[in-house]
């Protein structure tokens, strides 16, 4: 007995010696199962030292923190204890400001779990990288869930530990691949669709190690879109996810019961969408804690007494930056503060307000200030909103209706240039009379309530400090729908309104036969920081620092200037020209290329704009395989090789949308993508040729893949050599 005692002290004295060494080691110590690992590609940044800096829930060491290992592989690594339960990491040259300081990312870092093991590629991508252990792995150079709308997406192939793997795509059956090769995801695939990539690899220790990769690909239709000149706008309505006046959709005749309620709306009265994580805190990554002021969906509606809004924001930050505690809590509603909110609505698009306030002083003498709300002696306090749109009337509220003054502006005072300014003499007041009981003078109503309207939040789900500027309009942006990512409900934000049509002075005949257009405005303090429909102006300084703290967005005191057409409700002006979008049609395969003969395929057409029934022809090879008003078809390929499938629309005007793709069947080998092909759509054709001509003079950039696929000649160059030679092979010319 006494023999089993000493034996078990020796045990556990040796155990707590191996558990004293792992923790006195800190941020860089041997990784456990349940520690985490980073690794750098220094190849492109070419750092003579390379240092990692971990903080979060834990700190590695002081700035610049601790210098990383450099590996056989040439590859930096440095390995966390699993008291780093969730850290962001910074890689560094160790140099001070002033001295060659470089670092990535410039601001916030990259987010790391316990468990995980990630890198930093040469083209700055942070990948999976395995698991932190000596295991083989496959893995991918392109980050997981990445999104794309092309037809294809290569997707190079890379090993851990291991000379060889194997991969499927969608199931296929495996498929051997070494360091360097690249597979073709999404190619045959029907839009808003998900590829799954799977990578197996087995190491010197004989364990099989399988990783799985997800990839989406969209597909957007073409929308209906109307110009009218009388309007005054100078800027055409954003495209791409925002929306002005979806499928022409001008509000709906109901009433609204302003009681924080949302069962009353539908999407059908949506006037104007907008895309969510597109404030301006996320083009400046130090400002993910502040509260977001994200317009996401406008509402409409009308009865003989009132004009409705439904205000409907968002808040991805529970997302995109949780660790952002403030704005990922309902601690960041909007109506924790009095923040100024507008509805800018044109009644009577004679009249253009330029933003500009007159009123009377008390000893008689006339005084006007630059913009409507926020100004102090003639001078604004944060910038503000001005307008090139014609705008005549402002409905200015507050966030959490404690504002006596909230008022309806009108412009009906004509300054020397001919413009209006709205007048603070004949405001009418719709402030909050008492906050407790939440009652507004003039018939103004007003509730606000955490939730969500839309069954769809689409947005870019990007961490901070990878955004750039203008990727809220590329189609190519990591667009999800954020409920896919974990979004409740209840992290929105949503605002219905009451005005009464007496105090616009028009009635339900008005809206019906003339109709109005409308603008959400977001502010934070009196410039805007959201619109919709979308301005661009919320956005064109996004990125700058702010006067007072330069960590945050200067779109909090720039002046916005709204050029953009506005939503119209209940009819459209009378210049009015409507370009309708053409009959569309987003087809293919349920799952990706590379399927075994005898796999049964799915062809699947979805139609947009259409009228009326739509028939649709399948084909295979050219060959009709099946033609109704059936929207799919089950093919069973029975051989191996490369079939072109295809479908005809045709709807019950006879308007027609076709649509081909390629699809291989059976074995096929990684990088086999066609010289020529450079946007990757399956074929070589004249827009190939033009984007080399575009990469000549700078107008595009090729990545190293690109740029094979385009040097025809093969002389290590992308010129117009080439750009001739692709126009030979689209002529038959060249083979």
């Keep these: 007995m006494k023999r089993t005692r000493k034996f078990t002290s020796i045990?556990?004295?040796?155990?707590?010696?191996?558990?004293?060494?792992?923790?006195?080691?800190?941020?860089?110590?041997?990784?456990?199962?349940?520690?985490?690992?980073?690794?750098?590609?220094?190849?492109?940044?070419?750092?003579?030292?390379?240092?990692?800096?971990?903080?979060?829930?834990?700190?590695?060491?002081?700035?610049?923190?601790?210098?990383?290992?450099?590996e056989d592989s040439g590859l930096y690594k440095a390995s966390f204890a699993s008291s780093f339960k969730?850290?962001?990491?910074?890689?560094?040259?160790?140099?001070?400001?002033?001295?060659?300081?470089?670092?990535?990312?410039?601001?916030?870092?990259?987010?790391?779990?316990?468990?995980?093991c990630k890198m930093l590629t040469a083209e700055k991508q942070w990948i999976d990288y395995g698991k932190p252990d000596d295991h083989a792995y496959g893995y991918t150079l392109t980050a997981n869930n990445t999104a794309f709308s092309t037809e294809s997406l290569d997707v190079k192939l890379a090993l851990k530990n291991a000379d060889k793997g194997?991969?499927?795509?969608?199931?296929?059956?495996?498929?051997?691949?070494?360091?360097?090769?690249?597979v073709k995801v999404g190619e045959g695939k029907i839009g808003n669709s998900r590829i799954s990539l799977t990578l197996y690899a087995t190491g010197a220790d004989g364990v099989e190690t399988e990783q799985t990769y997800t990839f989406k690909k969209t597909f957007t239709a073409s929308k209906t879109t109307f110009s009218a000149k009388s309007d005054?706008?100078?800027?055409?309505?954003?495209?791409?996810?925002?929306?002005?006046?979806?499928?022409?959709?001008?509000?709906?005749?109901?009433?609204?019961?302003?009681?924080?309620?949302?069962?009353?709306?539908?999407?059908?009265?949506?006037?104007?969408?907008?895309?969510?994580?597109?404030?301006?805190?996320?083009?400046?990554?130090?400002?993910?804690?502040?509260?977001?002021?994200?317009?996401?969906?406008?509402?409409?509606?009308?009865?003989?007494?009132?004009?409705?809004?439904?205000?409907?924001?968002?808040?991805?930050?529970?997302?995109?930056?949780?660790?952002?505690?403030?704005?990922?809590?309902?601690?960041?509603?909007p109506w924790r503060n009095s923040i100024p909110m507008y509805l800018a609505l044109s009644i009577d698009p004679a009249k253009q307000a330029t933003g500009k306030a007159v009123g009377t002083n008390k000893d008689g003498s006339v005084y006007t200030n630059p913009f409507a709300w926020g100004c102090t002696n003639g001078t604004a306090k944060d910038g503000g909103t001005g307008f090139t749109t014609h705008i005549d009337t402002l409905v200015a509220f507050d966030s959490n209706n404690s504002n006596g003054g909230a008022s309806i502006f009108k412009a009906d005072t004509?300054?020397?240039?001919?413009?209006?300014?709205?007048?603070?003499?004949?405001?009418?007041?719709?402030?909050?009379?008492?906050?407790?009981?939440?009652?507004?003078?003039?018939?103004?109503?007003?509730?606000?309530?955490?939730?969500?309207?839309?069954?769809?939040?689409?947005?870019?789900?990007?961490?901070?400090?990878?955004?750039?500027?203008?990727?809220?309009?590329?189609?190519?942006?990591?667009?999800?729908?954020?409920?896919?990512?974990?979004?409740?409900?209840?992290?929105?934000?949503?605002?219905?309104?009451?005005?009464?049509?007496?105090?616009?002075?028009?009635?339900?005949?008005?809206?019906?036969?003339?109709?109005?257009?409308?603008?959400?405005?977001?502010?934070?303090?009196?410039?805007?920081?959201?619109?919709?429909?979308?301005?661009?102006?919320?956005?064109?300084?996004?990125?700058?620092?702010?006067?007072?703290?330069?960590?945050?967005?200067?779109?909090?005191?720039?002046?916005?200037?709204?050029?953009?057409?506005?939503?119209?409700?209940?009819?459209?002006?009378?210049?009015?020209?409507?370009?309708?979008?053409?009959?569309e049609v987003n087809f293919g395969a349920n799952l990706n290329s590379g399927q075994n003969a005898g796999t049964p395929i799915t062809l699947s057409a979805e139609s947009y704009h259409a009228t009326g029934d739509?028939?649709?022809?399948?084909?295979?090879?050219?060959?009709?395989?099946?033609?109704?008003?059936?929207?799919s078809y089950v093919w069973i390929p029975t051989a191996d090789g490369t079939y072109s499938i295809g479908v005809v629309a045709v709807d019950a005007n006879g308007n027609k949308a076709?649509?081909?793709?390629?699809?291989?069947?059976?074995?096929?080998?990684?990088?086999?993508?066609?010289?020529?092909?450079?946007?990757?759509?399956?074929?070589?054709?004249?827009?190939?040729a033009t984007l080399v001509q575009k990469y000549v003079v700078s107008l595009v950039e090729f990545d190293s893949e690109t740029l094979k696929v385009a040097d025809i000649n093969g002389d290590g160059e992308a010129n117009v050599v080439d750009s001739t030679l692709i126009q030979k092979i689209v002529s038959g010319l060249l083979v």
């Design 614 to 631: 739509v028939t649709y022809t399948f084909t295979v090879n050219g060959e009709t395989v099946q033609s109704s008003t059936a929207d």
């Design 414 to 583: 004509q300054d020397t240039d001919g413009t209006y300014m709205f007048n603070y003499d004949t405001r009418i007041p719709i402030g909050v009379t008492s906050f407790q009981a939440q009652d507004n003078k003039n018939g103004f109503k007003i509730k606000y309530a955490n939730g969500t309207k839309s069954t769809s939040i689409f947005g870019i789900n990007a961490p901070k400090g990878s955004r750039v500027m203008g990727d809220n309009l590329d189609m190519n942006s990591n667009w999800v729908d954020f409920f896919d990512e974990g979004y409740k409900n209840s992290y929105g934000y949503v605002y219905e309104i009451a005005v009464p049509l007496n105090t616009l002075g028009i009635d339900r005949s008005y809206i019906e036969t003339q109709g109005i257009g409308a603008m959400q405005i977001l502010t934070y303090g009196t410039s805007g920081m959201d619109t919709l429909p979308h301005d661009p102006s919320m956005l064109d300084q996004a990125n700058l620092e702010y006067s007072y703290d330069p960590s945050t967005s200067h779109e909090k005191e720039d002046i916005d200037n709204i050029t953009v057409p506005l939503a119209r409700i209940g009819a459209l002006l009378p210049d009015t020209e409507i370009n309708e979008a053409p009959l």
């Design 232 to 333: 005054g706008h100078t800027t055409e309505p954003e495209g791409g996810y925002y929306g002005t006046n979806p499928e022409m959709q001008l509000g709906k005749h109901k009433t609204i019961s302003v009681d924080g309620d949302l069962s009353d709306w539908d999407s059908s009265m949506i006037i104007a969408q907008g895309v969510a994580n597109d404030d301006p805190r996320v083009y400046m990554p130090s400002s993910m804690h502040e509260q977001p002021w994200d317009a996401y969906a406008l509402y409409s509606a009308w009865d003989d007494d009132n004009l409705y809004f439904l205000l409907e924001m968002a808040n991805t930050t529970y997302i995109t930056s949780p660790e952002d505690n403030f704005a990922a809590s309902n601690e960041a509603r």
């Design 86 to 116: 969730s850290e962001k990491i910074i890689f560094n040259n160790g140099l001070e400001k002033g001295k060659g300081k470089e670092q990535y990312p410039e601001a916030a870092g990259l987010s790391l779990k316990a468990g995980e």
């Design 658 to 688: 076709e649509s081909t793709k390629t699809f291989v069947v059976g074995s096929s080998s990684p990088d086999e993508t066609l010289k020529g092909d450079v946007n990757r759509d399956g074929r070589v054709t004249v827009v190939d």
């Design 166 to 182: 194997y991969y499927s795509v969608d199931g296929s059956a495996k498929k051997e691949f070494v360091n360097g090769d690249s």
């Design 11 to 70: 045990v556990l004295a040796a155990l707590m010696v191996l558990s004293t060494l792992i923790v006195s080691a800190g941020g860089v110590s041997a990784a456990t199962s349940s520690g985490s690992e980073v690794y750098f590609d220094n190849s492109k940044f070419g750092w003579k030292d390379v240092y990692v800096y971990a903080y979060g829930t834990k700190e590695n060491a002081e700035w610049p923190g601790e210098l990383m290992t450099k």
